[in-house]
């Protein structure tokens, strides 16, 4: 099988292209040029871009970078300025694997007559009972990456490999420290990769949308202080609030952009029964009834109840900040997801 890999420069791709190597298929290394700008930090940075081919040198295959940046910039960071904009908050690692990894780097493979893409993401590929594609969760529990996939759908998944997803994140390691590859002790990347550490999300923002101070009020219109910029205040946000008015612990319940008013509560205040859900995407059929809900990558699937584009909770939860994908799964399977409103 001839395979394109997308390298990003760390380790986790690095060995996904020596598992391919070495299973036997013809693979070719490709690096996304995503961002023009300042980075440090992620996929984005020109050093990942030199370690990807330092990789692909030592695994002996070629090693090429498409430059994506102009679509980058429209699909990823345009609309996550855009979202900041209107209070909500985005998720831009998802836009990019909808609209990058698994769409433009997809199409271009095709273009070029390879018969599958590759990724280094800590998640797998597996068929159901009913002989649907699916994602499942990776391996190593603490490094799963499926919540980010949950825009795969049946052709997409019939065209890409995880081939990391069976092993933990010590055995990929092990397997690059045993291949002698440049990335073995590299560390993770957790950042959104266009906004450097030095600057900032808000000096980031700011050199592109105006940003206005808020008024900060509890649920009854009391006056509690005021925030430099609601454009960077988040539903369920608790820190960096500095407000007056005793020690109880209080959280964003509510940021209204227009009115330039950011409304806090406790955490009864916070909790909500349902979740709308716009731009919903299945990887096959749409899923009624019960099932598992996860609303960001890291946290734990709750029992919920699908109905439609609303996800009603078996208990209540935190209320989901607006713009922040919401993935439904039965068991460790990804059976996709949507937006929350």
Request: hydrophobic share 40%; charged share 25%; net charge negative.
């Amino acid at each position: 099988m001839r395979v394109l890999v997308a390298m990003s420069g760390g380790v986790d791709s690095s060995v996904a292209a020596a598992v391919m190597a070495e299973d036997g298929h013809d693979v070719v290394g490709v690096t996304m040029r995503l961002w023009g700008g300042e980075s440090d930090t992620g996929c984005c940075s020109v050093s990942e871009v030199d370690d990807a081919r330092r990789v692909a040198h030592r695994l002996g295959i070629d090693h090429h970078v498409f430059d994506f940046s102009a679509e980058f910039e429209r699909h990823v960071v345009d609309p996550y300025v855009a979202d900041h904009a209107a209070g909500r908050t985005p998720n831009p690692c998802v836009e990019c694997n909808r609209h990058l990894k698994f769409d433009k780097l997809l199409r271009r493979a095709d273009a070029l007559g390879f018969d599958a893409v590759a990724t280094g993401h800590h998640a797998r590929r597996v068929q159901d009972v009913q002989g649907w594609w699916r994602v499942a969760r990776g391996a190593d529990r603490d490094k799963d990456q499926s919540y980010v996939l949950a825009t795969l759908t049946q052709d997409e998944l019939s065209r890409i490999v995880f081939p990391i997803g069976d092993l933990t994140k010590a055995e990929v390691r092990g397997r690059a420290g045993e291949l002698d590859l440049p990335t073995a002790t590299k560390p993770d990347s957790q950042d959104v990769c266009f906004v450097t550490r030095a600057a900032g999300r808000g000096n980031f923002l700011a050199r592109r949308i105006p940003l206005h101070p808020a008024r900060v009020v509890d649920a009854a219109g009391l006056e509690l202080g005021e925030v430099a910029a609601v454009e960077l205040v988040t539903i369920g946000q608790r820190k960096g609030l500095e407000l007056a008015g005793g020690a109880a612990r209080r959280y964003v319940t509510d940021v209204d952009v227009a009115a330039r008013v950011v409304t806090v509560g406790d955490i009864a205040q916070l909790s909500a029964e349902t979740v709308e859900l716009r731009d919903l995407v299945w990887s096959a059929e749409p899923v009624h009834g019960s099932a598992s809900v996860q609303v960001s990558a890291h946290g734990s699937a709750q029992p919920a109840t699908v109905e439609g584009q609303v996800l009603r909770w078996a208990s209540p939860q935190r209320r989901v900040a607006p713009g922040q994908s919401v993935v439904v799964y039965r068991d460790d399977l990804v059976m996709g997801g949507g937006i929350a409103r």
